[in-house]
């Protein structure tokens, strides 16, 4: 319980507590005071491992699907693409169909950004 502004500030000072405490306390439901809160938790406390972030995450249980794709969606942004773990890559439906797109997308960041 408690809203969603008071979980966010509760976060740094909760990253050494145990794991079942932070779920209870932060929440592992589908709507966002649930779920956004362990997503940012999960994403600080095991940085700088992407693999650490998302199967820790995928531990917390509730809404596994949607809280470790945040937690793993932060980590691969603040990592880069070198770090995401290849096997992964490699076993991801559309990984080539994806990466051609993202690709695309920053070409087209990068030529809107030098004019």
């Not at 306390?25 to 940085?47: I, K, M, Q």
């Not at 972030?53 to 693409?81: E, K, Y």
């Amino acid at each position: 319980s408690g809203s969603l502004t008071e979980k966010l500030k509760k976060i740094p000072t909760r990253l050494g507590m145990p794991l079942r405490e932070a779920v209870t306390e932060l929440g592992n439901g589908v709507t966002a005071d649930e779920s956004v809160p362990l997503a940012l938790f999960a994403f600080l406390r095991w940085l700088p491992v992407f693999e650490d972030v998302v199967v820790n995450t995928a531990r917390c249980g509730g809404d596994v699907d949607t809280i470790a794709a945040m937690s793993g969606a932060l980590a691969g942004a603040a990592l880069g693409a070198v770090k995401l773990p290849q096997l992964w890559l490699e076993n991801a439906e559309g990984f080539e169909e994806t990466t051609g797109l993202a690709d695309r997308l920053h070409a087209l960041w990068l030529s809107r950004n030098t004019k």
